[in-house]
């Protein structure tokens, strides 16, 4: 009988059963000039600050995989529960992954304690999940609500540590937002007031930064509920071509024509085949 | 009675590998399970590999120290006697075994996490040979 009747003790999680395989192909392919496939990752802007009212999230839209716009309208405001939401920044996979995660255990926490989440809950959950991983989950993240206690806003990053700001941003684009922050921001705003000045943070990553871009969405989270405001603004429109600046066929005379025949031979053939997989 | 027989009844009793083919050259079989290699079965395949394998019984030995700084010795002690005790309802050992009991003493019921959901065991594709596993937990291998 053999050792491939017994299989290994199963176990729930990740599996690790590929990683020799995964650096042996780099090693080997490397030479080659090949190279392994690179997560996609959001290269964004997110930033979110505490208002009078509650609370308001904004993020960008794009996603990139290196140096290639993947996706002009994703949606990086994630929902956690009725009353907490969250920017996700960083590989977007893990940044979905681990928010859908985080919300399911909310869900049941809030069902095991009977009252409704709250955010430092959120916080706790995912410093302790992100910690666990020690960084291999490329997740950093803004999670603000408003809850119990009052409203609340908490940027975690991959490696597992969390800050409790009245505001901040994170992402390649957070040096632009958090410049307009840190210029016009005041604590106890008003609501209104409050969604431009996040709207102008995020439009001022979208601008300067290559990796965020297409349009600023808001998130409001005040005693009325949650409001997602998808495509709150759109800096980055194409413009408007004003006028037709083509010239109709014949607008230019024909003098005379001569024709003359060139005959070409094929010196080489170069034949790529596309990975169509 | 055979004491292996009733020895294997507590603990893990899926079959660890001492049973090679008696194959001239191979140890083990090479299509199912690669080449071997000393350095790859002594050392992680990744950082994380050795400390997710051994995420849970760390959980546990934190909680069980903290439970006897806070309420003594005996409060531990009761916990792990329950723990022995519901490790033992186990269904025949090439299938899986809910473990009910054991996630409600751990408080796993209420929680979800990554091992619910990624590599779920309770649908794993692969399944040991059962009369050879049985063999082994009956002691008659």
Known sequence: MDVATSPPAPQGGFSFLNCL???????????????????RKTGTTIAGLVCADGVVLGADTRATDDMVVAEKNC???????????????GVAADAEATTQ???????????????????????????????????????????AGLDSTGAHLYSVHPHGSSS??????????????ISVLEDRFKPKMELLEAQEL???AIQAGILGDLGSGSSVDLCVITQDGARLLRGYRTPAAPGKRLGRY???????????????LRSLEVLEEHVQSMDVE | MNSRGSG????????????SASGPFGGHDILRRGFTSVKNELLPSHPLELSEKNFQPNQDKMNFATLRNIQGLHAPLKLQMEFKAVKQVQRLPFLHSSNIALDTLRGNDECIGFEDILNDPSQSEVMGEPHTMMEYKLGLL
């Not at chain 1, 809030?110 to 959950?125: D, E, I, K, M, W």
């Open chain 1, 101 to 143: 995660l985080l919300s399911s255990k909310l869900e049941l926490h809030s069902l095991a304690t009977g009252r409704p989440p709250r955010v430092v809950t959120a916080n706790r959950f995912l410093r302790q999940m992100l910690f666990r991983y020690q960084g291999h989950i490329g997740a950093s993240l803004i999670v």
């Open chain 2, 8 to 19: 294997s009844q507590l603990k893990d009793s899926i079959p660890i590998a001492e049973f």
């Open chain 1, 164 to 177: 409790r700001l009245p505001y901040n941003s994170m992402g390649s684009g957070a040096g632009a937002a």
């Open chain 1, 21 to 39: 395989r995964n650096t042996a192909l780099e090693q080997g392919l490397v030479s080659q000039g090949f190279q392994a496939p690179k997560a």
């Open chain 1, 246 to 260: 083509r010239y109709r066929a014949g607008t230019t005379a024909v003098l005379s024509e001569k024709v003359e």
């Open chain 1, 75 to 89: 949606l990086k405001i994630h929902y956690l529960a009725p009353n907490i939401y969250c920017c996700g920044a």
């Open chain 1, 198 to 200: 996040v709207a102008d």
